[in-house]
């Protein structure tokens, strides 16, 4: 079991930047591999970017070069930094954990966090 909490989201104007944080509890986090997706109103939910075990990123062509992502596994941390942000930005924002042991995949969601661009 994996429990993820994240924070950092806020109401920016556009070109503006946010740093949202994931800190992940109850297993070993380096085991995970972790992405950040986002749900607009009225939309499906989509992966934003993602980050493996060992550290391979990939990320949405529509956040590419604006978007980062990365993990610090000392502080058991995923962290997504969105610069140049547009209003197509705003969604709730989600981390997810997941991995496979033996044939299963086990995915953690947190509870998300509110991403707003507006002028």
């Known amino acids: 079991q994996v429990q993820l909490v994240e924070s950092g989201g806020g109401l920016v104007q556009p070109g503006g930047s946010l740093n949202l944080s994931c800190a992940a509890s109850g297993d070993i986090f380096g085991l995970y591999d972790m992405a950040w997706y986002r749900q607009a109103p009225g939309k499906q939910r989509e992966l934003v970017a993602s980050?493996?075990?060992?550290?391979?990123?990939n990320s949405a062509d529509s956040v590419k070069g604006r978007f980062t992502i990365s993990r610090d596994n000392a502080k058991n941390t995923v962290a997504l930094q969105m610069n140049s942000l547009k209003p197509e930005d705003t969604a709730v924002y989600y981390c997810?954990?997941?991995?496979?042991?033996?044939?299963?995949?086990?995915?953690?969601w947190g509870q998300g966090t509110q991403v707003t661009v507006s002028s």
């Open positions: 997810k954990a997941w991995r496979v042991r033996s044939g299963l995949q086990y995915n953690y």
């Open positions: 980050i493996t075990d060992s550290g391979v990123t």
